[in-house]
């Protein structure tokens, strides 16, 4: 039976499931019916043919609802999962600070011990702050009732134990529990018996109160807290969910708080497994959909207009593993360890075959519900994140049985026979032997960064690519299956086209990097995925880890995540977290009016299950889904003119290391392009051909390129007096090998790869011409690792507008060599139809790319070094300082704040603004 060599699917399969899926058809008549179409010069989510501001939320109150806090008969529940400590299954946070002096009075019960042994309570963490908290709790100490008086030092790491007293408390009975606190001496009673006195010679400061319970199910009955003179501070008996006492609605749930506000989609969690429990999938053929039920119906109890795509969660349950221990995957690392990981390989036919019989049943039994009609979508999720990826770190995957064994299968199908293998892999080679790369052979490149086709490039390349299609494949089979099932009436998405990353090592091998595969399958209707954490900070940008013009081109959509942690995270979120209530609604803000611009939807993630349900917050999320509202009125259209071009098939000839993946891929992409003062659109190479015109086009990783790629470049730049950008070594990794030529020829600049590597650095040595002559003297910039090889230019006829500068030297084993190295490291040269700027050092400040966009005549919104985004009806500013903006339009227009409703001008070509620092503008633009 022939197998498809795209997918690695088998034919008939594909056949029989196009056949299924138009008998299927009918079954849809009469639901409600998602599907994205074009509106207004953007993909569009259209419910029952209307077009959808699509804005959403995780539905977190019912993905565990058994684990989260619940307010019931007079009692605030807690429950906590066994042998686990995540803060989100068992805590509730005050929603405001006690000072130094206070009275702290609650009645709390364990109830219930859901693990053995020591480490069984219910726990006041009393101003709970980075600075540490007051540890006041009930406990089991070895089958000794015990009540604890400690104060915990900064992250609960460590604890200062004041004091333990037996306590004669039993399972199911109140104890009374009161803490006074008086400047620093601190004083704790249990059922009115003296626990403990102790000075604090450091108090901490003023801080939140935090309950939580621990391997129990526990319950409070009241906490209230006073001050000395008996003022009361806070105040809940519990007889109704009280959001204004706690950090966000978690009592109640978030369902009815984000309808109100607008945002109508709820995305509850459908799991297979959930995080070693049970879930729906009890064995073979054996499902329980109870809990699934509950929790659709739930959501539509609260929120009767609500419609519901469901996040699918297929991560085997441990039954799963247990039997089918070969299908796993497997990690090693550099220094000889190896493990299974949770996840089946995603080459593996078997848990395809057996998830896909999983995921049948779920939507068979949604099909035939009577909460049916308000689901129109499904997300689908898998592995790590699960996000359909291998963990990122210094872990090497995956070396399973089953995958080395499929492997083996994609190379039969690609060569055919072992000479054409060993042809490729430059040595003798046997499909039947072949092996997952060593991750030694991953670490080390054959010239510096590069593996290179002449060498070992390709044998790493193939596993990769197979690595790829892999997860590609799987998500085909099983959006294929939700398709044919519900006739088509639902949209499915699932994470993938992670170009953009967090530093790893192992980026390469994460399985993302054949988006042009992904977007190439019928029963896809988009992606999505977090925006970038590293740059999401109050001033920061609002960017995603994906080519999203490459969706758009393809009449897909992708969503925006927006998992921002807010000011009611913990203070040690990270992450960009924002501070205060002002950099909270700023930043959510700016990711809204990002959607916008984008003609894309967004959801709300809150991993927190606190982060946005304040009644300081919402108002301002209820606004943007008015906007959103608006923006469907509005011209769409993107208005870009400058395109950012990555190639996927770079990466994979890139050694497993962060030297020039980080300066290209994040610090360049992220936190420099976003702030030329111009919208951009990104799109993968495999697109070029199709692409509307720009102006000017960043070759961001285009180090590999073939010969169809590259005359398609040819094509494309070489007309209509365009400007290309290329960054370090396009067109360097050829299907022969390493070349300058090659890179001479694409980029019309000689261009020359020394056999040294080093510690590079660039700064601009001639401040007259167009594109540096508004950039500060003195302007250089530098990657954050040693690179090599050092590429630099030879050409007489170029300008040489910046110096490379290496420091130590370092030859092509990565030795130390003396000397330092100065070359050419920024270069122009004008043709007749075209112009050519290459760089040799990533990470180009905004400052140079905003004068390289002017020399190629892209519109400048504005040069004050902001995230800025727009398209043909709308502007957005996110202010990194405060102060005055001159903005400047293409023409004329009425701009009218978006915000406010505020009429800036009647016709326009220029207006001024006064931000202040982190805040977020956003205009209506009438041409």
């Avoid at 009075?105 to 709970?128: C, H, K, Q, R, S």
């Avoid at 620093?184 to 109160?209: F, Q, R, W």
């Avoid at 700064?763 to 003297?777: A, F, G, K, N, R």
Wanted: hydrophobic content about 35%; proline content about 5%; charged content about 25%.
């Amino acid at each position: 039976m022939k197998r498809n060599k795209r997918t690695g699917l088998n034919i008939v399969t594909l056949m029989l499931g196009v056949t299924m899926l138009t008998a299927a058809a009918a079954k849809g008549e009469g639901k409600t019916r998602a599907e994205i179409k074009e509106w207004k010069g953007a993909p569009a989510i259209f419910i029952n043919g209307k077009p959808s501001t699509a804005l959403m939320h995780e539905a977190h109150a019912f993905k565990s609802a058994e684990n989260l806090p619940a307010v019931s008969g007079g009692k605030l529940r807690l429950q906590n999962r066994p042998g686990t400590y995540g803060m989100t299954s068992r805590c509730v946070k005050s929603t405001n600070s006690f000072g130094n002096s206070f009275m702290l009075e609650a009645e709390v019960a364990i109830e219930e011990f859901t693990a053995d042994g020591t480490g069984n309570n219910i726990v006041l963490w009393v101003n709970y702050s980075p600075a540490g908290c007051y540890f006041f709790h009930l406990s089991r100490e070895k089958d000794v009732n015990v009540v604890h008086l400690w104060k915990a030092h900064p992250g609960a790491s460590q604890f200062d134990k004041w004091f333990t007293l037996p306590l004669n408390w039993k399972t199911g009975e109140t104890v009374n529990l009161k803490l006074v606190v008086n400047s620093g001496k601190i004083s704790g009673y249990a059922n009115g018996t003296l626990v403990g006195e102790k000075i604090d010679e450091n108090p901490l400061p003023p801080a939140s109160l935090t309950i939580s319970a621990y391997h129990s199910i526990s319950s409070v009955n009241f906490v209230k807290v006073t001050d000395l003179d008996g003022r009361i501070l806070l105040h809940d008996d519990f007889s109704e969910p009280r959001a204004e006492n706690w950090s966000g609605a978690q009592l109640a749930g978030d369902i009815p708080t984000f309808a109100s506000a607008g945002v109508n989609i709820s995305l509850p969690a459908i799991q297979a497994s959930r995080y070693g429990q049970v879930g729906l999938w009890k064995g073979p053929g054996q499902y329980d959909f109870e809990k699934l039920d509950s929790d659709m119906r739930s959501i539509l109890a609260t929120s009767p207009d609500a419609y519901i795509i469901g996040r699918v969660v297929f991560n085997p349950p441990d039954w799963w593993i247990a039997a089918n221990p070969s299908e796993m995957c497997i990690w090693k690392d550099s220094a000889g360890g190896s493990g299974q990981l949770w996840y089946a390989s995603f080459s593996s036919e078997k848990w395809r075959k057996d998830t896909g019989e999983f995921l049948e049943a779920v939507i068979r039994h949604i099909e035939e519900s009577d909460y049916a009609d308000r689901v129109i979508g499904y997300n689908m999720l898998y592995a790590f994140g699960p996000e359909w990826e291998h963990p990122s770190g210094n872990r090497f995957h995956d070396y399973g049985v089953t995958n080395t064994r499929e492997f083996r299968k994609w190379l039969t199908e690609k060569y055919g026979t072992d000479e054409a293998l060993s042809r490729a892999w430059n040595r003798k080679a046997s499909i039947a032997t072949a092996d997952i790369p060593a991750v030694s052979d991953r670490l080390t490149g054959d010239k510096f960064e590069f593996f290179d086709p002449a060498g070992k490039g390709n044998r790493i390349g193939d596993y990769i690519r197979f690595n790829d299609e892999s997860v590609v494949s799987a998500i085909e089979y099983m959006s294929g299956i939700i398709k044919r099932v519900t006739g088509g009436r639902v949209i499915v998405f699932a994470h993938y086209g992670y170009h953009f990353m967090w530093p790893s090592i192992n980026f390469s091998q994460r399985g993302h990097q054949a988006l042009d595969k992904f977007l190439d399958i019928p029963h896809i209707d988009g992606s999505g995925s977090a925006y970038q954490y590293r740059v999401r900070y109050p001033g920061g940008s609002t960017v995603p880890i994906t080519t999203v013009a490459s969706f758009r081109l393809h009449g897909k959509t992708y969503i925006l995540e927006d998992d921002t942690r807010t000011h009611l995270s913990t203070e040690d979120s990270e992450y960009g977290r924002a501070r205060n209530l002002w950099e909270t609604t700023n930043i959510l803000k700016r990711n809204s009016a990002y959607t916008i611009s984008e003609g894309i939807p967004l959801w709300y993630l809150d991993f927190g299950n606190v982060w946005f349900e304040h009644k300081d917050i919402m108002p301002s999320i209820a606004q943007m889904a008015d906007l959103h509202k608006e923006a469907l009125n509005r011209d769409r259209k993107r208005n870009a003119e400058i395109a950012v071009i990555v190639n996927q098939r770079s990466v994979t000839y890139l050694r497993s290391s962060n030297a020039v993946t980080v300066p290209v891929l994040t610090k360049q992409y992220f936190e420099q392009i976003p702030k030329i003062g111009a919208p951009f659109d990104s799109y993968i190479l495999q697109d070029l051909d199709n692409m509307p015109d720009y102006k000017l086009y960043i070759f961001l990783d285009t180090f590999a390129l073939n010969e169809k790629e590259k005359e398609s470049i040819r094509r494309v730049i070489r007309q209509k007096g365009r400007t290309a950008l290329w960054i370090y070594a396009p067109g360097y990794i050829t299907e022969n090998g390493l070349s300058d030529e090659a890179m001479s020829e694409i980029t019309g600049i000689k261009l020359l790869s020394k056999n040294i590597g080093g510690q590079l650095r660039a700064y601009l040595c001639d401040m007259q011409h167009p594109i540096t002559e508004d950039c500060s003297p003195g302007t250089e910039w530098e990657a954050p690792e040693p690179i090599g090889p050092i590429i630099t230019s030879r050409d007489k006829d170029a300008g040489i507008l910046g110096m490379l500068h290496a420091s130590p030297g370092l030859d092509g084993q990565w030795r130390d060599r003396t000397g330092v190295e100065f070359d050419t490291g920024l270069a122009v040269k004008e043709f007749e139809d075209w112009r050519s700027v290459w760089c040799g050092v990533p990470n180009m400040p905004a400052d140079l790319l905003r004068g390289i966009a002017k020399y190629a005549g892209v519109h400048i919104y504005s040069d004050g070094n902001d995230f800025l985004c727009a398209n043909s009806s709308m502007l957005s500013i996110h202010a990194a300082y405060a102060g005055k903006r001159t903005i400047k339009l293409p023409k004329p227009a009425k701009v009218v704040d978006a915000f406010t409703g505020e009429i800036i001008s009647e016709k326009t070509d220029s207006f001024d603004v006064d931000l202040k620092q982190y805040e977020t503008g956003m205009w209506w633009l009438e041409y």
